[in-house]
């Protein structure tokens, strides 16, 4: 992680926090139902929605309700989630300093073949999670629907020229 991310390796503290972090909240074939092992302790179900990659290039915008002539955003580098406060540590390599902000935009996250190959690596552990042949394949190709979104198609029917709405569930 620390390597792959191109960051000094005085942060490798941080690389083995944010680690644990991550694996904290993934499944675990392990567990039962293969639950996380922060869902076997608390008995929620983790959100995943902020975990990003580690040393991911990000824009983290400073104080920004002051009015001052210095740029309210600066290019940095995630290094991990705050404990005590809510929010990214951010490494600032201008200013060779981590703040933490909640104020963070342009964060690199999976892309849609990334996600292929991890659902492959989740079918080789559990063949319970397998997906159908052609939803695999949608996904590969960048079909960006969530799965089990009902959809809405309009379909002929024999009657004189009168069109039906079918629902049916996506992939």
Not at 88 to 114: A, C, G, S, W
């Amino acid at each position: 992680m620390l390597f792959a991310s191109g960051l000094p390796l005085y942060f490798w503290e941080d690389a083995v926090e944010y680690a644990t972090y991550v694996l904290n909240r993934s499944s675990c074939s392990a567990n039962p139902k293969r639950m996380a092992p922060i869902e076997m302790l608390t008995g929620v179900v983790p959100n995943l929605a902020d975990v990003v990659m580690f040393g991911s290039p990000c824009t983290a915008f400073r104080d920004p309700g002051k009015k001052t002539w210095r740029p309210r955003a600066q290019v940095g580098m995630i290094v991990g989630k705050n404990d005590e406060t809510k929010g990214f540590k951010v490494y600032l390599p201008k200013d060779r300093m981590v703040i933490t902000t909640q104020h963070i935009q342009n964060v690199e996250t999976l892309n849609n073949q990334q996600n292929a190959l991890l659902q492959t690596h989740l079918e080789r552990e559990d063949p319970s999670l397998r997906l159908a042949p052609t939803t695999r394949n949608e996904a590969a190709k960048g079909n960006d629907q969530p799965i089990g979104v009902p959809t809405i198609s309009v379909a002929p029917t024999n009657s004189k020229d009168k069109n039906v709405l079918s629902k049916s569930r996506s992939r």
